[in-house]
């Protein structure tokens, strides 16, 4: 019986993985600091993602850790680090302390938010360029995610995910969207995935307007994207004041990240 712990599971991107990755042979070990319900195959552990000592007995016996806790926005630095970068460390220490041989990390393309459109599809591997706290604090654990697979062994895979809600929530999202089942797939890929030592990959489905990043690394962990968010694109665009402006005019589709990569959105401050 494998046994995945799976830290911030009461948030979005962890509700839509509870279903997609139950298996009969599976336990999926819950953690969030938010209440949760344990259903069949589940066990639930409230604690902070950040208190080493609460991570590492909720490591135990785990078979792989799919670390999603964290603030998932932009956020004062005081917070960011105290939350997001203290967190990515506690993730890696406790499943080493606890001999877990596999960390997943929800990353994010806001690691790499101001790479321009000139150069999309964005390689796999892009080398940093945050546009905000929250993509530094991305950096810093994708940075702790070499460090314990060079230093210590561990499989440790970092996914780059783009959009991730259960429905593309704005224009840029007919681009960036990953939906619910392929998220399911993708983690799913990165848990079963034969030895794949350390891996940066993108997380985003089949989207018709998609090409903004590569995504060879992770259909090398035999991901294979079946979603398109097209079928949402005309109830989007109907209520998208830009409509008319090629994506290149569009403010928010000038970046990788976005919204985030606009010039004058700075962090809100402590
Ligand atoms: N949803 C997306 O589009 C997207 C895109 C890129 C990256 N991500 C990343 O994926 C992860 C999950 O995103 P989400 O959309 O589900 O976010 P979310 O905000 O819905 O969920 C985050 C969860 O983490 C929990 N949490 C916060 N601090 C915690 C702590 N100290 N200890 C334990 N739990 C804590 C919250 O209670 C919440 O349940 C985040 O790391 C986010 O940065 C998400």
Not at 1 to 11: S, Y
Not at 112 to 125: C, K
Not at 254 to 264: Q, S, T, V
């Amino acid at each position: 019986m494998a046994i995945i712990l799976i830290t911030g599971a009461a948030g979005i991107v962890g509700s839509m993985l509870r279903p997609r990755l139950a298996r009969p042979d599976r336990t999926l070990r819950l953690l969030d600091i938010a209440p949760l319900t344990a259903g069949p195959r589940e066990e639930v552990v409230q604690a902070s993602a950040t208190d080493l000592d609460a991570m590492t007995e909720a490591c135990h016996g785990a078979d792989a850790v799919i670390h999603l806790a964290g603030i998932s926005g932009e956020a004062s630095w005081e917070r960011i680090r105290d939350v997001n970068i203290e967190g990515g460390y506690v993730a890696f220490e406790a499943a080493r302390r606890a001999g877990v041989p596999r960390v997943i990390f929800a990353s994010s393309n806001h690691a790499i938010g101001f790479t321009p459109r000139e150069r999309f599809p964005v390689p796999d591997y892009t080398f940093p360029a945050p546009d905000t706290y929250y993509g530094v604090s991305k950096v810093a654990t994708e940075g702790l995610a070499a460090l314990y697979h060079h230093r210590y062994g561990l499989d440790a895979i970092c996914i780059r995910i783009l959009t991730c809600f259960p429905k593309p929530p704005n224009r840029r999202a007919l681009s960036t969207w990953l939906s619910p089942d392929d998220a399911g797939r993708l983690f799913d890929s990165c848990l079963t995935a034969a030895n794949p030592g350390f891996r940066v990959v993108f997380g985003v489905s089949a989207n018709t307007r998609g090409g903004f990043v590569s995504l060879a690394e992770a259909k090398a962990l035999g991901y294979e994207p079946q979603d398109d968010a097209e079928v949402y694109a005309d109830e989007i665009l109907a209520a998208d004041p830009d409509r008319d402006l090629p994506d290149e005019e569009v403010p928010a589709l000038r970046n990788l990240g976005g919204e985030y990569a606009i010039p004058g959105r700075d962090a809100p401050q402590a």
